[in-house]
């Protein structure tokens, strides 16, 4: 059981910044992907970013070029830095893991992001 913990949510004002960070309690692999996911009152959960080892980053097309997503698979972490922030990205923010082997999925409790002026 990988088990993430998510910090560096918070509030603020728009075309601000805030840096994410997710830690694994276990190692996830640089094969496996880690990612994150957020999910706004009343919407769906959806899909910002994720990363797998050397590949290419993806992004959701909402936040290319504004968001970017690193990884550091000695320290199981997996980081999103958020710039040029706008309202409609106010929303909780999930950690994300999958394991490929066994297709397993684990998440955050997740962190609130909140931009407004």
């Known amino acids: 059981q990988v088990r993430l913990q998510e910090s560096g949510g918070g509030l603020v004002q728009p075309g601000g910044s805030l840096r994410l960070s997710c830690v694994a309690s276990d190692r996830v692999g640089a094969g496996n992907v880690m990612g994150w996911y957020r999910q706004a009152p009343g919407k769906q959960r959806e899909f910002v970013a994720s990363?797998?080892?050397?590949?290419?980053?993806r992004y959701a097309e909402s936040v290319e070029g504004r968001f970017t997503i690193s990884r550091d698979n000695a320290k199981n972490a997996v980081y999103l830095q958020m710039n040029s922030l706008k309202p409609e990205d106010t929303a909780v923010y999930y950690c994300h893991a999958r394991i490929l082997a066994s297709l397993t999925d684990y998440w955050g409790q997740g962190t609130q992001v909140t931009v407004s002026s």
């Open positions: 990363r797998i080892g050397g590949r290419d980053p």
